[in-house]
């Protein structure tokens, strides 16, 4: 491939560097390879025009920068609008295989479930279905433990490649609001994209909650392609500016949910951990038993709906599929009992999903609520009292804990939850918590294991160490330990 061809439809090139031959892309100087194009991106720690002179030397066929460099470089240099976005579809034009239909889900939570649940509905339509997100990525063939929510958009594109040669028909994939802000999905194709819901989270990094919704708007406003579904969890107070934007493109629009009028919920009863849904769409009435506990999980199910919906499923099969539904690991997962009394496992690690998790569980609860949480270091630092808060008010025993504590010291984030949830008890140590946890549980009561989800780490300064809520569960129920 030249630098025309790479560039053509980003930018303008002089013949001259037209004809150089291309290979790849980078945006980090250690990947580069002979032949290939260095993006230098302005990161927020440090400027990847700092690294140019390192990129020529490994080979760089181009330098491609949205800021002036400080040192004109020896190989053709590209000033770009926005580097980010060159990059994104630079990315595309190197690994051009896409599956065709392409679903990405916004949202501040129930992106990871709703990823998971309109794969699983695909694949019992008969599809060749992929999920990638927080919890990695799932194809019919293989599951890759990741960590990004969004990853980078090289290594996005080179496995939306990889995929669509292994024959994944249908991919759906999670749009965190930094990913999206950042332009990694730029270069995507996608035809559905999908809201679930907003609130505080990341305000570390989005200055207000304005910002936070424009950056998730842009799914709506930028990324979906003319003619494409938006799918539109209709029942919060931001629905409306979504479903305006969605509007203003003309794109199809579905909404769902009790004030959906693509998908109605009519009515909920509870049925033991699960729940059966009449639902209503395009004039028919369908009964559908949910096998998952929570009013979250009806949202994210019904989300999931309507994206398959919006993508060619038959109304019957996908409403048929929603009986069969698996959650997310560690997403209001049952991990054992006690007494008969559950033990739930969940990834709650921000304000609003403890306050709907324990509302959830609150009607399992003939005797008391117990959760067992904590809050993570280096992250927004005012989420601490609303958790603290939520938890005294959700739960009857409250026992704060360590998660990710990262660089902080752990025992000054346990003393800012703590603060504002009086007569909480303070354990730090997450296994003699979980333990403290499991101890107390009698015939009535529910322990909820709130933060850490499907993780398998504690990042303690900068190191990971190995835990898992799952084991650590498992443990207490077994009696081990001190
Ligand atoms: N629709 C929802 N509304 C409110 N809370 C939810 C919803 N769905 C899930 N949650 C809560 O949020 C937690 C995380 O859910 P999930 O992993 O699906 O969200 P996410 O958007 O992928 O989060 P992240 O941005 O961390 O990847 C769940 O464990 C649950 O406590
Ligand atoms: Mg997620």
Not at 94 to 102: A, K, L, N
Not at 128 to 142: K, M, N, Q
């Given at each position: 491939?030249?630098?025309?061809?790479?560039?053509?439809?980003?930018?303008?090139?002089?013949?001259?560097?037209?004809?150089?031959?291309?290979?790849?892309?980078?945006?980090?100087?250690?990947a580069?390879r002979?032949?290939?194009?260095?993006?230098?991106l302005?990161?927020?720690?440090?400027?990847?025009?700092?690294?140019?002179?390192?990129?020529v030397?490994?080979?760089?066929?181009?330098?491609?920068?949205?800021?002036?460099?400080t040192?004109?470089?020896?190989?053709?240099?590209?000033?770009?609008?926005?580097?980010?976005?060159a990059?994104?579809?630079?990315?595309?034009?190197?690994?051009?295989?896409?599956?065709?239909t392409?679903?990405?889900?916004?949202?501040?939570?129930?992106?990871?479930s709703?990823?998971?649940f309109?794969?699983?509905?695909?694949?019992?339509?008969?599809?060749?279905a992929?999920s990638?997100?927080?919890?990695?990525?799932?194809?019919?063939?293989?599951a890759?433990?990741?960590?990004?929510?969004?990853?980078?958009?090289?290594?996005?594109?080179?496995?939306?490649?990889?995929?669509?040669?292994?024959?994944?028909?249908?991919?759906?994939?999670?749009?965190?609001?930094?990913?999206?802000?950042?332009?990694?999905?730029?270069?995507?194709?996608?035809?559905?994209?999908?809201?679930?819901?907003?609130?505080?989270?990341?305000?570390?990094?989005?200055?207000?909650?304005?910002?936070?919704?424009?950056?998730?708007?842009?799914?709506?406003?930028?990324?979906?392609?003319?003619?494409?579904?938006?799918?539109?969890?209709?029942?919060?107070?931001?629905?409306?500016?979504?479903?305006?934007?969605?509007?203003?493109?003309?794109?199809?629009?579905?909404?769902?949910?009790?004030?959906?009028?693509?998908?109605?919920?009519?009515?909920?009863?509870?049925?033991?951990?699960?729940?059966?849904?009449?639902?209503?769409?395009?004039?028919?009435?369908?009964v559908?038993?949910?096998p998952?506990?929570?009013?979250?999980?009806?949202?994210?199910?019904?989300?999931?709906?309507?994206?398959?919906?919006?993508?060619?499923?038959?109304?019957?099969r996908?409403?048929?599929?929603l009986?069969?539904?698996?959650?997310?690991?560690?997403?209001?997962?049952?991990a054992?009992?006690?007494?008969?009394a559950?033990?739930?496992?969940?990834?709650?690690?921000?304000?609003d999903?403890?306050?709907?998790?324990?509302?959830?569980?609150?009607?399992?609860?003939?005797?008391?609520?117990?959760?067992?949480?904590?809050?993570?270091?280096?992250?927004?630092?005012?989420?601490?009292?609303?958790?603290?808060?939520?938890?005294?008010?959700?739960?009857?025993?409250?026992?704060?804990?360590?998660?990710?504590?990262?660089?902080?010291?752990?025992?000054?984030?346990?003393?800012?939850?703590?603060?504002?949830?009086?007569?909480?008890r303070?354990?730090?140590?997450?296994?003699?918590?979980?333990?403290?946890g499991?101890?107390?549980?009698?015939?009535?009561?529910?322990?909820?294991?709130a933060?850490?989800?499907h993780?398998?780490?504690q990042?303690?300064?900068?190191?990971?160490?190995?835990?898992?809520?799952?084991?650590?569960?498992?443990?207490?129920?077994?009696?081990?330990?001190?």
């Amino acid at each position: 491939m030249t630098l025309r061809e790479l560039f053509s439809g980003i930018a303008e090139l002089d013949s001259a560097t037209a004809g150089i031959a291309a290979a790849g892309v980078a945006a980090d100087s250690r990947a580069v390879r002979p032949g290939d194009v260095f993006v230098a991106l302005a990161g927020s720690k440090t400027d990847g025009a700092r690294f140019v002179a390192e990129a020529v030397a490994a080979g760089a066929a181009a330098v491609v920068s949205d800021h002036a460099l400080t040192e004109t470089p020896a190989v053709p240099f590209l000033r770009v609008a926005n580097a980010r976005r060159a990059l994104a579809l630079l990315a595309a034009k190197i690994y051009p295989r896409q599956p065709g239909t392409i679903a990405a889900v916004t949202g501040t939570s129930g992106k990871t479930s709703v990823a998971a649940f309109t794969r699983q509905i695909w694949a019992r339509l008969g599809h060749a279905a992929a999920s990638v997100g927080t919890v990695g990525l799932v194809t019919p063939a293989r599951a890759v433990y990741g960590s990004l929510t969004t990853p980078d958009p090289v290594a996005l594109h080179r496995m939306l490649d990889e995929v669509a040669g292994e024959g994944v028909t249908h991919l759906v994939m999670e749009a965190s609001s930094h990913g999206l802000d950042q332009h990694r999905l730029d270069g995507v194709r996608v035809t559905a994209g999908a809201f679930t819901n907003l609130s505080r989270d990341h305000l570390d990094y989005h200055a207000t909650v304005v910002a936070y919704l424009a950056a998730k708007l842009r799914l709506f406003s930028d990324l979906i392609l003319p003619g494409g579904a938006a799918v539109i969890s209709a029942d919060h107070a931001e629905s409306e500016a979504v479903l305006a934007v969605a509007r203003a493109r003309h794109l199809r629009v579905m909404t769902v949910g009790r004030g959906g009028d693509g998908i109605r919920l009519c009515d909920v009863a509870r049925d033991g951990f699960a729940q059966t849904l009449t639902l209503e769409h395009e004039g028919r009435t369908y009964v559908v038993r949910l096998p998952l506990a929570g009013a979250f999980q009806i949202e994210n199910a019904l989300v999931a709906a309507g994206l398959a919906l919006a993508t060619g499923g038959a109304p019957d099969r996908v409403f048929e599929a929603l009986g069969h539904l698996e959650g997310a690991s560690g997403r209001l997962e049952l991990a054992g009992t006690r007494h008969g009394a559950p033990v739930f496992i969940d990834y709650a690690h921000k304000p609003d999903a403890l306050a709907k998790v324990l509302e959830a569980l609150r009607p399992f609860a003939r005797g008391r609520l117990v959760v067992v949480f904590g809050a993570g270091g280096d992250r927004d630092a005012g989420k601490r009292p609303l958790m603290g808060e939520i938890a005294a008010r959700g739960a009857d025993i409250v026992i704060v804990t360590d998660d990710n504590p990262r660089g902080e010291d752990a025992g000054a984030i346990r003393a800012a939850i703590l603060k504002a949830a009086p007569g909480a008890r303070e354990i730090g140590d997450r296994a003699a918590a979980i333990r403290a946890g499991v101890a107390l549980l009698e015939p009535g009561d529910v322990l909820l294991i709130a933060g850490k989800g499907h993780e398998t780490g504690q990042i303690v300064g900068d190191r990971v160490l190995p835990f898992s809520d799952h084991a650590a569960v498992a443990a207490a129920l077994a009696g081990e330990g001190p």
